[in-house]
């Protein structure tokens, strides 16, 4: 499935309670098997994973895989480019592109998705699918969570939540040009203020 750009820094649909592409209000579907929407996550995490930011003198390059582009030609990029006020969106022959953009947007873009994964975070907060976590709170560049829940064990439901953070932190730091070697998940008990399980990306395959 193919992802504009600007879906990707505005909303981030990748995980089991967050909105989906498209701006809909209604959140995706968790029946399933949990196997199967780990296979999909994991694969949009590695997905990530492939994006390159390089930050210059003066501008900053963010080299978007084919996947993520829904414009097949130059002159549609160029479209894009002007109507954003980027410098360039370069068309690569496999299908990828450079987004050429000033520091002053790049800083922009940062905020906006800053503010777009804190706005999902609180969203999860008592939510339909986890009614037993009572907050979340992240530090400034996302690679350290702490997840308060009334649970004493976590729940299944709560323990593939980790994917999400993982990928709310390593999409931050890539877009930053600070790609994170460990995302850390804390779970605290809300009663005991204990930490009952802690969860760490590198220690994923």
């Known amino acids: ?7 990707i820094l505005l909303t ?14 209604s959140a995706p579907e968790t029946s399933g098997t949990t196997e199967t929407s780990e296979t999909e996550i994991l694969e949009e995490i590695e997905a990530i994973s492939e994006i390159e930011t390089e930050e210059n003198l003066f501008s900053v390059e963010i080299k978007v895989p084919a996947d993520f582009i829904d414009a097949s030609t130059q002159e549609e990029l160029d479209s894009i480019a002007k109507e954003k006020g980027y410098k360039s969106i370069e068309l690569h022959e496999d299908g990828s592109a450079t987004y050429t953009m000033t520091k002053s947007q790049h800083k922009e873009m ?16 008592n939510s339909e699918d986890y009614p037993n976590i009572t907050d979340i709170t992240a ?15 976590l729940s299944l439901v709560e323990s593939f939540s980790v994917l999400a953070f993982y990928t709310f932190g390593g999409m931050y730091n890539i877009f930053n040009s600070t790609p994170a070697d460990n995302i850390q998940v804390e779970f605290v008990n809300a009663d005991s203020g204990e930490v009952i399980n802690t969860a760490n990306s590198s220690d994923m395959n």
């Open 1 to 7: 499935m193919k992802r504009k750009f600007i879906c």
């Open 139 to 153: 530090n400034d560049d996302f690679t350290k969570f702490t997840v308060t829940t009334t649970s004493t064990e």
């Open 12 to 25: 981030l649909c990748l995980t089991l309670s967050l909105t989906a592409c498209g701006g809909s209000d």
């Open 110 to 125: 940062m905020s906006e998705l800053a503010e777009t994964i804190n706005s999902s975070l609180s969203e999860m907060i």
